[in-house]
T-cell receptor, first 112, second 110 residues
């Protein structure tokens, strides 16, 4: 049973660029949440997608956007990258209506 | 004031010790409580899930929730070197958006 997968594993960008991160949920899961984890901090909730709609959003600017596809996979897009966007980006999946979230290995983004 | 407070440690214990990890929170509406383990440069791994108050046990791990004190704990019995990791608490009102602590770094010394 495949767990949550994310790609790429590492990424280096420069300020002002745009980035797209991808996530495939655990088999049988239909809900995807994205988190940002800065070094030495706990994950911060960005948003959650369910049935291809953004269901809930954390305190992140509109530069952060997402999408969910019919196969439940998801993308996180970040525009106009800032140095402060450097972090580990985590995707977590769950089954709609259930609270247990399982995390992927993350994508480590470095903005120079 | 942060939603969730967690002592970052680091915590160092000898192998076989009982470890106690704790978080406090300010939002009395939290009712879903999780503990995750995160190894260096990896994603968090779910350890324990508790709904509302009470205790839950799974092998060497016990999770406790005291909603009256807004305090949750994770106990690890017979700690092993493989338990060395960062432990994150997380909690939610709806089960969708989770608020995490900063994590406690634990080292178990053989």
């Amino acid at each position: 049973d495949a767990g949550v997968t994310q790609s790429p594993t590492h990424l280096i960008k420069t300020r002002g660029q745009q980035v797209t991160l991808r996530c495939s949920p655990k088999s049988g899961h239909d809900t995807v949440s994205w988190y940002q984890q800065a070094l030495g901090q706990g994950p911060q909730f960005i948003f959650q997608y369910y049935e291809e709609e953004e269901r809930q959003r954390g305190n992140f600017p509109d530069r952060f956007s997402g999408h969910q596809f019919p196969n439940y996979s998801s993308e996180l897009n970040v525009n106009a990258l800032l140095l402060g966007d450097s972090a580990l980006y985590l995707c977590a999946s769950s089954r709609g209506g259930q609270e247990t979230q399982y995390f992927g290995p993350g994508t480590r983004l470095l903005v120079l | 004031q942060k939603e969730v407070e967690q002592d970052p440690g680091p915590l160092s214990v000898p192998e076989g010790a009982i470890v106690s990890l704790n978080c406090t929170y300010s939002n009395s509406a939290f009712q879903y409580f999780m503990w995750y383990r995160q190894y260096s440069r990896k994603g968090p791994e779910l350890l324990m899930y508790t709904y509302s108050s009470g205790n839950k046990e799974d092998g060497r791990f016990t999770a406790q929730v005291d909603k009256s004190s807004k305090y949750i704990s994770l106990f690890i019995r017979d700690s092993q070197p493989s338990d060395s990791a960062t432990y994150l608490c997380a909690m939610s009102t709806t089960g969708n958006q989770f608020y995490f602590g900063t994590g406690t770094s634990l080292t178990v010394i053989p």
